[in-house]
């Protein structure tokens, strides 16, 4: 499912849920030292589904201050 923000801008698209987070698929990672892991967002900002995305209350813009990184298992 994709994740859209309430402003309909694209955030990343859902690999799973655990512990109350969306985890992003790695793809939708970021760029430089963000790039190649995955990113969580809580599951709490979820306005609503519809379909196949998932809307959440905040914008875009603000949602992802809000996402967290894998820790690293090195």
Known sequence: ????????????????????RIR???????EGSHRGHHHYIPAALVAETEGNKVRL?????????FEEEAKSTR
Do not use: F, Q, R
């Open 1 to 20: 499912m994709e994740v859209i923000g309430a402003d309909g801008v694209h955030i990343g698209t859902v690999d799973g849920v655990e512990n109350g």
């Open 24 to 30: 992003l698929t790695k793809k939708d990672s970021g």
């Open 57 to 65: 209350s905040a914008n875009a813009d603000v949602a992802v201050t």
